[in-house]
């Protein structure tokens, strides 16, 4: 196999901002080049975030936003029937209306970075109080 050869003194550094393989080896005058070896880079997402953000009990319908600290070009996938999300789930564009006990769990993909790990919130609802209906006497 034959690699690029680069000549001369390399004294800065690779900038590594996306995923990437660095395949190197270093050489010398009158000296052995050394063993060919391979660095894989990987960065993940960050994971999304879900407003609102606890597992209080909930009285009436919740609308629940997913947020990602990722720039514009990430992509948020969720499921709310405990399967875990992949990009093959429902995209996120618009808050989720709940209004039954739901889990939610939803990952955020973006461009050359592996998908984040996954986020996951239980909402929970009270039932609704009884209301008296007392005839009048």
Known sequence: TRYPLVTGVQTC???ICKAMSIIALA???NYRATDIRREDYIFKANSPRFDPP???P???PIQVSITSPETSSAAIYYTTDATVPSVSSTPYTTPITLSSPTTVKAITTRENFAPS???EINYR???AKPVADIPGG
């Open 54 to 56: 606890n597992n209080q």
């Open 117 to 119: 790990d996954m986020a």
């Open 13 to 15: 550094a690779l900038p």
């Open 27 to 29: 050489t010398r005058e």
């Open 125 to 127: 609802f009270r039932a």
């Open 58 to 60: 909930f009285d009436r």
